[in-house]
């Protein structure tokens, strides 16, 4: 199926790791990038090829793959993480967003 | 640095049209495709299409949601692409964004109402 699924939440209590899932089957046969949004700001790209970071993106945010799942871990959980966030694939003929998973860090 | 700058959004009747521009600096961005994303107020994001390169013929996508009604364009000389968007409802109000697979703008905001 061509469609990207996330849990709408995910909480954690500072210092603690989180966890977020994507899945599909598309994830199979193409990278996967998260992107987080806090409010009324654009998103931001944390994750791309599955596990790369980008410059600047602190080494605490981490990226995994495992079949047709692909996995964003935040170790060390901040209350500025608060977000929310969203895998993304794409490829000649789907472009996908997941539905977005509200991390909440209290 | 790269940017990516929205614009054209605004206030427009059901059924009207509306012609966004996203105009890009920092990156090459003639060799990148260009997605256009929207967010309505308290929603996820949703991808609405797609234009690629000239190697890849300028070839465009688009969502089901808006297919037959929006046109996707560039202009390389202008570092620009373009979201032509007709027959507007009122389900069509959101942020819109230009994305570039990497990067985002910071959104222009589309509000469909009589």
């Known amino acids: ?106 | 640095e790269v940017q990516l700058v929205e614009s054209g959004g605004g206030l427009v009747q059901p059924g009207g049209s509306l012609k966004l521009s996203c105009a890009a600096s920092g990156f090459t961005f003639s060799g990148s495709a260009m997605h256009w994303v929207r967010q309505a107020s308290g929603k996820g994001l949703e991808w609405v299409g797609r234009i690629r390169s000239k190697t890849h013929n300028y070839a465009t996508g688009y969502a089901a949601s808006v297919k037959g009604r929006i046109t996707l364009s560039r202009d390389d000389s202008k570092n620009t692409a373009y979201l032509q968007m007709n027959s507007l409802k009122t389900e069509d109000t959101a942020v819109y964004y230009c994305f570039s697979g990497d990067y985002w703008g910071r959104g222009t905001l589309v509000t469909v109402s009589s």
């Open chain 1, 1 to 106: 199926s061509y469609e990207l699924t996330q849990p709408s939440s995910v909480s954690v209590s500072p210092g603690q790791t989180a966890r977020i899932t994507c899945s599909g089957d598309v994830l199979a046969k193409t990278y996967a990038r998260w992107f987080q949004q806090k409010p009324g700001q654009a998103p931001v790209m944390m994750i791309y090829k599955d596990s790369e970071r980008p410059s600047g993106i602190p080494e605490r945010i981490s990226g995994s793959s495992s079949g047709t799942t692909v996995t964003l871990t935040i170790s060390g959980a901040q209350v500025d993480d608060e977000a929310d966030y969203y895998c993304y694939s794409a490829t000649d003929n789907n472009v996908l967003f997941g539905g977005g998973t509200r991390l909440t860090v209290l």
